[in-house]
């Protein structure tokens, strides 16, 4: 079946612009999450949704990031006033009930 | 917080050889272990995981990994890898308990070399 699918899958976008991912989970997938990874290093947690239950938000790094899920579909990650050390590659996975699967992530690079 | 150490960043071998790639964590409550590949250009995903019972875990292509809770440890062995072993792997553990976000070490870059 059709896997975790992301959009896009590549942004450029300039210092103080505001950005919109889109993740697309696994049909019936309850649970949801959003990783960055920078490069060089490992794949940082940002936010984890379960169905309907309040996301787990402990690594978001700032205020200017925030994610919504509606149901236990789509999700959107939001990045406000990006700024140049946002560039990075953000994963998304769904997982039913403990493998993540995950989607070929977007790279976003703040010039 | 509960942390995830991958101690060789970058591997070089031969075709042939055996390899061993570490992984440590530092929670000590009980944990669940993953050890995920991302061959280049292709989405990460999952070799084998650890949740209870065998510490010998076996994955998929030939990999395994065995779970030392003394050392608090999740290495991965191969006997002999292949070229198209080439790839990053990434460890990671899962806290027991509700939450089911992973914590993932910093990756080993494997380059096998024909």
């Known amino acids: 079946g059709a896997g975790v699918s992301q959009s896009p899958s590549n942004k450029v976008t300039e210092k103080g612009k505001d950005v919109e991912l889109r993740c697309d989970p696994i049909?019936?997938?309850?649970?949801l999450y959003w990783y960055r990874q920078r490069l060089g290093q490992g794949l940082e947690f940002l936010i984890y949704?379960?169905?309907?239950?309040?996301?787990?938000k402990s690594g978001l790094p700032s205020d200017r990031f925030s994610a919504e899920r509606t149901g236990e579909s789509v999700s959107t990650l939001t990045i406000q006033r990006t700024q140049q050390e946002d560039s990075a590659v953000y994963l998304c996975?769904?997982?039913?009930?403990?493998?993540?699967?995950f989607g070929p992530g977007t790279r976003l690079t703040v010039l | 917080a509960q942390s995830v150490s991958q101690h060789n960043h970058h591997v070089i071998l031969s075709e042939a050889a055996s390899l061993e790639l570490g992984c440590n964590y530092s929670?000590?409550?009980?944990?669940?272990l993953f050890w995920y590949v991302q061959y280049p250009g292709q989405h990460l995903q999952l070799l084998l995981k650890?949740?209870?019972?065998?510490?010998l875990v076996k994955g998929i292509k030939g990999f395994e990994a065995e779970f030392i809770k003394s050392k608090f440890s999740f290495n991965l062995r191969k006997p002999s890898v292949q070229w198209s072993d080439t790839a990053e792997y990434f460890c990671?553990?899962?806290?027991?308990?509700?939450?089911?976000?992973?914590?993932f070490g910093t990756g080993t870059l494997l380059a096998v070399q024909p």
């Open positions: 996975a769904s997982s039913f009930p403990y493998e993540q699967f």
């Open positions: 049909s019936g997938h309850t649970a």
């Open positions: 949704f379960q169905g309907n239950s309040a996301p787990d």
């Open positions: 929670y000590g409550g009980t944990v669940n």
């Open positions: 650890y949740f209870s019972g065998d510490p």
């Open positions: 990671a553990v899962k806290e027991g308990g509700a939450t089911n976000k992973l914590i």
